[in-house]
């Protein structure tokens, strides 16, 4: 049973526009979430993350969006760059249990 | 490079045999997870050790098994391939027992593929 959905298999954004990544969730104890990058033939690297307290973190370009009553969260990137075509994972946990990944959103910023 | 590494890079063997895959944690790192990305799935905890002890124990076959050394290296042994465990696996590492509020840095994989 998939905890954490990403139903957007892929996304297509052009440069200087913003790109909008979703992803939903079911666990309503999840507490930590985080978006990871993976560029082929590498390892995710950590982006960006927020706790449940909280309902928007920002960073740079990336923000990211919280909306536990939806259990939906969003990562958002602005202005898109041809550098951030990647693939996207969302991850959550709860209480410093295991962490539970979406399946991915492939990112492909068109110059 | 996130100071994780992987050995090998790719592997491949046949059904019925046996693999260990070796991840050496960044510096410093206690904790060391394992990860498997099968085809469009997203990447499935399989277990995780901290300072040479199970702490967690995810979707991880019986065929599978782990352990985590003294000098903070991990392998995980898969038995009896199946066409299935063909994957890529990832290990992460992080400084601390819990994944709360902090993030794991991961290494770039080894990709096994079973023929």
């Known amino acids: 049973d998939q905890q954490v959905k990403q139903n957007s298999p892929s996304l297509s954004v052009q440069e200087g526009r913003i790109s909008i990544l979703n992803c939903d969730y079911t666990n309503s104890m999840f507490d930590y979430f985080l978006w990871y990058k993976k560029y082929p033939a590498e390892g995710p690297t950590f982006l960006i993350s927020i706790s449940s307290i909280k309902d928007k973190n920002e960073d740079g370009r990336f923000t990211v969006f919280l909306n536990k009553s939806a259990k939906h969260l969003s990562l958002h990137i602005v202005p898109s760059q041809p550098g951030d075509s990647a693939v996207y994972f969302c991850?959550?946990?709860?209480?410093?249990?295991?962490?539970?990944f979406g399946t991915g959103t492939s990112l492909t910023v068109i110059p | 490079d996130s100071g994780v590494t992987q050995t090998p890079k790719h592997l491949i063997t046949a059904t019925g045999q046996r693999v260990t895959l070796r991840c050496s944690p960044r510096s410093g790192d206690l904790s060391v997870y394992w990860y498997q990305q099968s085809l469009d799935q997203g990447l499935q905890f399989l277990i995780q050790?901290?300072?040479?002890?199970?702490?967690a124990k995810g979707n991880i076959l019986e065929r599978f098994s782990a352990q985590q050394f003294p000098d903070l290296h991990s392998e995980l042994n898969l038995s009896s391939l199946e066409l299935g465990d063909s994957a890529l696996y990832f290990c992460?590492?992080?400084?601390?027992?819990?994944?709360?509020?902090?993030?794991?840095?991961f290494g770039p994989g080894t990709r096994l593929t079973v023929t």
């Open positions: 991850a959550a946990s709860a209480f410093g249990n295991q962490f539970y």
């Open positions: 050790y901290y300072n040479g002890e199970e702490r």
């Open positions: 992460a590492s992080s400084p601390r027992p819990a994944t709360s509020f902090y993030e794991q840095y």
